[in-house]
T-cell receptor, first 114, second 115 residues
Framework: AQSVAQPEDQVNVAEGNPLTVKCTYSVSGNPYLFWYVQYPNRGLQFLLKYITGDNLVKGSYGFEAEFNKSQTSFHLKKPSALVSDSALYFCAVKVVQGAQKLVFGQGTRLTINP | DTEVTQTPKHLVMGMTNKKSLKCEQHMGHRAMYWYKQKAKKPPELMFVYSYEKLSINESVPSRFSPECPNSSLLNLHLHALQPEDSALYLC??????????????FGPGTRLTVL
């Protein structure tokens, strides 16, 4: 089965420090990978995606993610964290089952401390 | 317009009530989705409509009934729900249900409480 895993339930980072939110995938074939962010009582917002091409993908709000095929990882990164980055982050993989569907990881709660 | 809108924002209903959730997008997207999300958990896919046809039903109980009247609208009809159905219901859309590289755009959700 195609899936993603987020090994950390929670990540705490000091404001101004770099942040990393981890995601590993298990898919057959070429993966289509996505990162979404969810603020309290809100829907999910798309951050970035990897389809093909450059392994370093740049997205919204200064976030980027590095696709690593040998390590089957797609970690989300930001060079300098802001308190406003505190939210719930989901990694997802696109699965083909008739139509397309997203399979989400369990989510990582990111807290940026002032 | 790059928004997915959902109404109502909050809904409280009894187990014998009938209610409907509505979702609308004007981005010309041809795939629309319903998800259920419990607190601190990832969204769980319920239904996918592609070109106004139901293409995925993730074995959802029949007390949930989706409807796609046209390419911009998606409804979820609710009847005889259980308290465990209380959750945030999210609607999403994407440009196509067939191409793998389309990201999904999510609405803000409807917070449903079943008493």
């Amino acid at each position: 089965a195609q899936s993603v895993a987020q090994p950390e339930d929670q990540v705490n980072v000091a404001e101004g420090n770099p942040l990393t939110v981890k995601c590993t995938y298990s898919v057959s074939g070429n993966p289509y990978l996505f990162w979404y962010v969810q603020y309290p009582n809100r829907g999910l917002q798309f951050l970035l995606k990897y389809i093909t091409g450059d392994n370093l993908v740049k997205g919204s709000y200064g976030f980027e993610a590095e696709f690593n095929k040998s390590q089957t990882s797609f970690h989300l990164k930001k060079p300098s964290a802001l308190v406003s980055d505190s939210a719930l982050y989901f990694c997802a993989v696109k699965v083909v089952q008739g139509a397309q569907k997203l399979v989400f990881g369990q989510g990582t709660r990111l807290t940026i401390n002032p | 317009d790059t928004e997915v809108t959902q109404t109502p924002k909050h809904l409280v209903m009894g187990m014998t009530n009938k209610k409907s959730l509505k979702c609308e997008q004007h981005m010309g997207h041809r795939a629309m989705y319903w998800y259920k999300q419990k607190a601190k958990k990832p969204p769980e896919l319920m239904f996918v409509y592609s070109y106004e046809k139901l293409s995925i039903n993730e074995s959802v109980p029949s007390r949930f009934s989706p409807e796609c009247p046209n390419s911009s609208l998606l409804n979820l009809h609710l009847h005889a729900l259980q308290p465990e159905d209380s959750a945030l219901y999210l609607c999403a859309s994407s440009r196509s249900g067939l191409a793998g590289d389309n990201e999904q755009f999510f609405g803000p959700g409807t917070r449903l409480t079943v008493l």
